[in-house]
């Protein structure tokens, strides 16, 4: 079993990689691999609702987006890692999130985990988990939670190391992911159908 990581703090070294180190090791600890992706130090454009992906199941912009979906298919779970700009998430992150979810329409997410990890100074950070949750809420992925929002506290990753409730609530993060990912494995012939057919518009 495999969870795919997605870092989009540009300081690979920082509050949001560590926090995701913490996670990553009580999942290598239970017997997941991980696999990261570092989403803010490549050029990631925003959708121009071209419709392509919609004919060709890929984004038309062949960047990390495409390399990313790819490996979301072949993974069991998701876990999305960003600091908090201005109350919300990294605006490199969104732009990567938005392409994305909507290309990668054709790739079955039902049942596949996601969990959202958040970092900031001081405030803002449960403003940017709403927003990454959204992603999940609309794929029929179950959303991963631990003993307080997923969240740390630092300027630097040396702060993150003096907020143990933080920590604390990656590991208990990572325990509840994996516990997931397991228990929908042992039950991946009962995934429930979804049904597509309505959207609703109130057009005649």
């Known amino acids: 079993m495999k969870v795919l990581v997605i870092n989009a703090s540009p300081h690979l070294d920082g509050c949001?990689?560590?926090?995701?180190?913490?996670?990553?090791?009580?999942?290598?600890?239970e017997g997941i691999e991980t696999e990261r992706i570092d989403v803010a130090i490549k050029p990631v454009r925003g959708c121009m609702a071209c419709m392509y992906c919609r004919t060709h199941n890929r984004c038309v912009f062949d960047d990390i987006v495409n390399e990313a979906a790819q490996k979301l298919d072949e993974a069991d779970?998701?876990?999305?890692?960003?600091?908090?700009?201005?109350?919300?998430?990294?605006?490199?992150?969104?732009?990567?999130?938005?392409?994305?979810?909507?290309?990668?329409?054709?790739?079955?997410?039902?049942?596949?985990?996601?969990?959202?990890?958040?970092?900031?100074r001081r405030a803002g950070s449960t403003t940017a988990?709403?927003?990454?949750?959204?992603?999940?809420?609309?794929?029929s992925m179950p959303v991963v939670t631990s003993t307080y929002w997923n969240e740390v506290h630092g300027s630097k990753a040396e702060d993150v190391e003096k907020d143990l409730e933080g920590l604390q609530t990656m590991r208990n993060l990572g325990r509840n992911f994996a516990f997931l990912v397991k228990a929908i494995a042992r039950m991946k012939d009962s995934i429930p159908q979804q049904e597509r057919t309505y959207r609703t518009n109130f057009i005649e």
């Open 77 to 120: 779970g998701m876990i999305i890692g960003s600091p908090t700009y201005y109350a919300g998430v990294n605006g490199q992150l969104r732009s990567f999130l938005d392409r994305l979810f909507y290309s990668s329409g054709h790739i079955v997410k039902t049942m596949k985990p996601g969990a959202v990890v958040i970092s900031s």
């Open 16 to 29: 949001t990689s560590r926090a995701l180190q913490e996670v990553e090791q009580q999942l290598h600890a």
């Open 129 to 139: 988990y709403d927003e990454i949750v959204k992603y999940f809420g609309i794929c």
